[in-house]
């Protein structure tokens, strides 16, 4: 199996053989799973699972309970996949403090309703930018999107930052040990929902800095497949180009594509919070 560049496995600990004690299970590979939310899961022994969701009348509460835990060990992996740090592993919707504010409060609509009409967005591969101010939660909702589109629609998602992406390839370029520059494209371009996050934090160097010619690569391979993204930048609308290119703008915008503008006082700045 390929292993990731972005998307996280479970992180496995303590792992040593252990028996069930059932007749003719044979002893397995016991470890504590990582869960998203920061605690840890012993695993189960295979062969129990099997014969729980094999063996077992469905009206039972063994066949239930496993069923249960097997939907819940494909969620944690897909929800560690999605590349959420733990700093933002809370951020729903309903953290989101808007404090009466109209601006916050028609940000926290938008990218709410984008998620909630996600299956139609992917089918129109329609992109939304949160654009605005560091410091007013533009990550945050990011987060909240790609958590409620995993947990509630079943689809895959990643978040990943403009320089991270940057420099997956340029270790690329270095090193013939890891994966190559199509083969991370790739990796970005086989999720349903992409969130590129600190986009133009970075001033482009004229002539050297290949981020935005690459960020265009990305929006374009995911924009030919019908796939939508969702970019997170401190640039305004007519700034942005510079940092992803003219042509990939476009391409965010068509279709439909969505604004989330951050326009109000970042809550960092000034030391307002
Ligand atoms: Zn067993």
């Avoid at 990582?34 to 039972?60: H, I, M, Y």
């Avoid at 990796?187 to 600190?198: A, H, N, Q, R």
């Amino acid at each position: 199996m390929t292993v990731s560049k972005f998307s996280p496995a479970p992180r496995l600990a303590e792992t040593r053989m252990h028996s069930c004690g059932v007749a003719g299970h044979i002893q397995h590979q016991r470890s504590l799973v990582e869960q998203f939310d920061g605690s840890w899961k012993p695993s189960v022994c295979p062969a129990c699972r099997w014969q729980a969701l094999n063996n077992t009348p469905k009206d039972q509460d063994e066949y239930r309970n496993a069923l249960a835990e097997d939907m819940a060990e494909d969620l944690n992996a897909a929800l560690l996949a999605t590349g959420i740090t733990p700093r933002f592993r809370n951020c729903s919707f309903a953290t989101y403090l808007t404090d009466g504010d109209r601006a916050k409060q028609r940000a926290l609509n938008i990218c709410r309703g984008y998620a909630e009409g996600f299956e139609q967005h992917a089918k129109d591969g329609r992109a939304l930018m949160l654009l605005g101010e560091i410091g007013c939660g533009k990550t945050h909702l990011a987060c909240a999107i790609l958590q409620h589109i995993v947990r509630h629609e079943g689809k895959t998602g990643l978040i990943v930052t403009a320089e991270s992406i940057t420099q997956a390839v340029t270790d690329s370029f270095r090193s013939n040990a890891g994966p190559s520059k199509s083969e991370l494209i790739a990796e970005l371009t086989g999720v349903d929902l992409l969130v590129i996050d600190e986009v133009g934090f970075h001033t482009p160097k004229p002539g050297k800095d290949f981020t935005p010619s690459l960020l265009h690569e990305v929006i374009d391979a995911r924009y030919q497949r019908v796939l939508p993204s969702v970019l997170v930048s401190n640039q305004t609308k007519d700034s942005l180009h510079e940092f992803i290119g003219p042509r990939a703008v476009d391409r965010l915008r068509e279709n439909g594509g969505l604004l989330a503008p951050f326009t109000w006082v970042s809550a960092r700045a000034g030391g307002a919070v």
